[in-house]
């Protein structure tokens, strides 16, 4: 049986955040190009506060990101798929 994964408002966060620095973008930056304020950004990565959908869409846009990059646990290491 396969184990059901929870998705929190705090693992999207941790991946907001992840994807942010990957991308090496501040919190303003972002911000910036969703038009709200630092808190908001903050808000989101804390797990505090979940983006509407508009603003979760234009996230995953601008990382270019699919969902399955949101809801990871971003504390395991990502699977890869390897050519044999």
């Known amino acids: 049986m396969e184990k059901r ?3 929190t408002a705090e693992t ?3 991946n907001i955040r992840r994807l942010r620095l990957e991308r090496g973008e501040t919190q ?3 911000a910036e190009f969703l ?7 903050a808000n989101y990565e804390s797990g505090y506060r979940l983006p509407d959908l508009l603003t979760f869409l234009m996230i995953a846009f601008h990382y270019e990101a699919s969902l399955e990059d949101f809801i990871r646990d971003p504390e395991s290491p ?3 798929v390897h050519d044999s």
């Open 12 to 14: 999207i966060g941790a």
């Open 35 to 41: 038009d709200y304020g630092i808190s908001t950004v």
């Open 5 to 7: 994964r929870m998705i």
């Open 28 to 30: 303003r930056q972002l």
């Open 78 to 80: 990502e699977e890869r």
